[in-house]
């Protein structure tokens, strides 16, 4: 056979091309085992790409788009497994293109809201998450919760303005401190006062539009939330798309009287899981500045951490709600793929991408959950109705866990750190003592998978900014790194893509028969707690495949199979930083995972401590900020 190359593939072509005739070939995935670790082996492999900063990151950027980086290109695809999976193994499965589910009724559903108005939504979530047990005196000490502002408000002991006033005081403490921490993108004070001010009026004439009227919230700057332009961490997105209208689940939120802080930063694009932002700032920890607060949804999850509102809205195509709560140790929770709207930003609709709450507490996840989840218009069809679970534990029940199977693929589980693997072990011992019983299981592929969903995720990332890999004008006004990702990418192959997607489909399969077993899949959220921000890394930025690959090690399948997940606090390693337990359930299993949620935090909440950074709202005293040193609001 004579094979004719450009140029720019001959030297690649000796790395690409198998021997004829040599195909690995997979056995169907129903055939598969996957109740027992005995017959499987854990292929998961790391990453392997070298760390550029400085001259070299900028040098890397340029050698993407030369005719230079196609041999180069071939022995970094070698070296991680694509050409082997994607090009040299048959599968048998036919191509699954986007993870929709049938429609189940195996979850603990108590009512369908559904049907219902946000408003309405918002008080039936209420009841839901037993919040007559929050009614209390806040103590100062710990997260504001929505119940206890709720409270707060209709008691009278304060306003909306109130709290409105000190958030926006915290805030401009956390610019003025060094680091800066940068949460916000964008937010417009005003636009603030006159949302607190009209609250405050329907408290005082008994109007209010729901249970979150006056509670304040964050959207991540990829959804459209007017009066803002919507940037998804670029300079140059308001000049293509321009907001005319709120994102649906951002009008379902307003349209409960929420007050809209602002829009959060995050990673340029949402491309890695980092929270990396030379544009507008890279958000810091608040539990330790000098470390990432994770991404891409890095400023929802600050916030969030900091106690500057109850929840957030971010977005998670691979791990970018889920690795920014375990970082700075809040709930995220990722929906079933679908439950997405058409429309409301510029990022069109991708087969991995779910949007969903990160809040500092499960009852707030679930608030925020109940009210944005099917949101608009669907782009799949039908959807399962919003459901929740009969109650939230609030630790008083002895076995609430009764009836529960938890699946551990424990060779993936312990492919952590000691400290995580440990602190998770212990949240999983909990749960047991609460009635779960534990069971063994395997997931087959999980590399082909790995290799599979970064293959989905470049491709569909590129197709979204065609337009910028287009126009060198647009082009260098992205960082380096995300240049990088997106030049690799574009030189992606259908028939590759395609083969991703066969095996999206035997993955899908597998854990189709792992949850005809087990209720939830168990793991650490991430492998290790936040990464360290590098001195080397504030000139111009960085480029860490490696470190992206580690982040993503048990959030990635989820979003490849379209499966609910939720990350959980569940501890602290020996520096203090947070460390958190992931939770996978049923398609369309949310109210499942919730509950079980609420059993986790009950258990764990002794042991969580709250960031260095630190601000209690509400009319409270004083912002632990700057390293420590206490300001007064």
């Known amino acids: 056979m004579r094979i004719a190359l450009q140029h720019s593939d001959r030297a690649s072509a000796a790395v690409l091309l198998p021997k004829m005739g040599q195909l690995k070939r997979l056995q169907p995935a129903g055939a598969a085992s996957v109740l027992s670790e005995e017959f499987q082996t854990y292929d998961l492999k790391t990453v392997r790409s070298p760390r550029l900063v400085g001259w070299l990151l900028r040098a890397f950027a340029w050698l993407v788009d030369s005719w230079l980086f196609p041999p180069i290109r071939a022995i970094l695809e070698r070296a991680n497994g694509l050409p082997q999976i994607l090009g040299e193994t048959e599968v048998s499965e036919r191509p699954l293109f986007s993870p929709v589910h049938a429609l189940s009724d195996t979850n603990l559903v108590s009512r369908d809201i559904g049907l219902e108005n946000s408003a309405t939504k918002a008080g039936i979530a209420f009841n839901t998450a037993g919040v007559a047990r929050e009614h209390t005196k806040h103590d100062g000490q710990t997260y504001w919760s929505a119940a206890q502002l709720s409270s707060a408000y209709t ?72 009066p803002y332009q919507t940037t998804c961490g670029t300079t140059y997105m308001p000049s293509l798309h321009k907001a005319e209208q709120d994102h649906p689940m951002v009008a379902a939120m307003q349209a409960c009287g929420a007050i809209l802080l602002g829009k959060t930063n995050m990673h340029e694009l949402g491309v890695s899981p980092l929270g990396l932002n030379m544009h507008y700032g890279i958000t810091r920890n608040p539990h330790n500045p000098g470390c990432f607060a994770g991404g891409s949804s890095s400023g929802s999850a600050a916030v969030v951490a900091a106690g500057l509102c109850p ?188 083969q991703a997607q066969r095996i999206r489909a035997r993955m899908v399969t597998y854990m189709e028969k792992v949850f005809d077993a087990v209720d939830f899949i168990a793991t650490p959220t991430i492998p290790d707690v936040a990464p360290a921000i590098q001195p080397d890394v504030l000139q111009a930025g960085e480029s860490d495949l490696s470190t992206v690959g580690q982040l993503m090690r048990f959030v990635f399948l989820s979003n490849f199979t379209g499966h609910p997940a939720i990350s959980l606090p569940a501890g602290h390693n020996s520096q203090g930083l947070p460390i958190g337990l992931q939770l996978i359930g049923r398609p369309w299993g949310e109210a499942d995972l919730l509950y079980a949620g609420s059993v986790v935090e009950t258990a764990v909440q002794s042991k969580i401590k709250r960031p260095k950074l630190f601000c209690t709202i509400a009319g409270s005293a004083s912002y632990a900020g700057s390293h420590g040193k206490n300001r007064d609001g």
């Open 155 to 226: 008691s009278g002991a304060v306003t909306p303005t109130e709290v409105a006033e000190d958030v926006l005081q915290h805030v401009a403490h956390s610019q003025q401190s060094e680091p800066a921490m940068n949460y916000f993108i964008c937010i417009d004070t005003q636009a603030v006062r006159t949302q607190a001010a009209q609250s405050t009026i329907r408290y005082q004439k008994h109007k209010v539009l729901s249970a979150l009227d006056g509670v304040p919230y964050a959207v991540k700057d990829m959804y459209d939330a007017l």
């Open 311 to 498: 929840f957030a809205i971010g977005s998670d195509g691979g791990g970018s709600i889920r690795v920014p709560a375990a970082c700075c140790g809040v709930v995220g929770l990722k929906p079933t793929w679908g439950r997405d709207c058409v429309g409301g930003g510029p990022k069109g609709v991708t087969s991995l991408i779910s949007t969903g709450p990160i809040a500092a507490t499960v009852a707030d996840a679930l608030l925020m959950y109940a009210v944005i989840a099917n949101a608009g218009e669907q782009h799949i069809g039908p959807v399962a109705p919003v459901s929740l679970p009969p109650s939230l534990t609030d630790g008083s029940e002895t076995h609430p866990m009764h009836g529960y199977r938890i699946g551990v693929f424990w060779d993936w589980f312990n492919d952590a750190t000691p400290e995580v693997v440990d602190c998770c072990k212990a949240a999983l011992n909990v749960l047991c003592a609460k009635g779960a019983e534990m069971v063994p299981i395997s997931i087959p592929d999980l590399d082909a998978a790995r290799v599979s969903h970064m293959y989905t995720f470049g491709s569909e990332s590129a197709s979204c900014h065609m337009q910028e890999l287009q126009s060198p004008h647009l082009k260098h006004q992205l960082a380096a790194d995300v240049r990088i990702t997106l030049g690799i990418a574009k030189s992606f192959k259908a028939q590759q893509f395609v």
